[in-house]
């Protein structure tokens, strides 16, 4: 079984910036897939960014792109999403994910494997 805590989250104001950690346990995961995904109320949860075993592609939804970076230590089995210029539309609960496949994050989040518990990330304009 694989537990993911993500960490991080708080309140910022418009144009602030936060940085989520999330570790996982229970297993490596340096083959999976790993991202994130956010949920704001009254809305469906939604894919953020997501980054490959090696780190070294990426992708992200087009309302974060330039604004969101994603990278991810193996050693530490740890992955982070690094966010600036942050608006009050990106308020949500913020939720890390992991999975074999690309594929799941961007196109069928339900099938995704593992999932964490959620952090709060609260911009005020």
């Known amino acids: 079984q694989v537990l993911l805590v993500e960490s991080g989250g708080g309140l910022v104001q418009a144009g602030g910036s936060l940085r989520l950690s999330c570790a996982a346990s229970g297993r490596t995961l340096s083959t999976y897939f790993m991202g994130w995904f956010r949920q704001a109320p009254g809305k469906e949860r939604e894919f953020v960014a997501v980054i490959n075993w090696t780190g070294g592609s990426t992708d992200f939804a087009d309302s974060v792109k330039g604004r969101f970076t994603i990278s991810r230590d193996n050693a530490a089995n740890t992955v982070y999403l690094q966010m600036n210029n942050l608006k009050p539309e990106d308020t949500a609960v913020y939720y890390c994910?992991?999975?074999?496949?690309?594929?799941?994050?961007?196109?069928?989040?339900?099938?995704?494997?593992?999932w964490g518990q959620g952090t709060q990330v609260t911009v005020s304009s």
């Open positions: 994910a992991a999975d074999r496949a690309r594929f799941d994050f961007v196109v069928r989040p339900s099938r995704v494997d593992y």
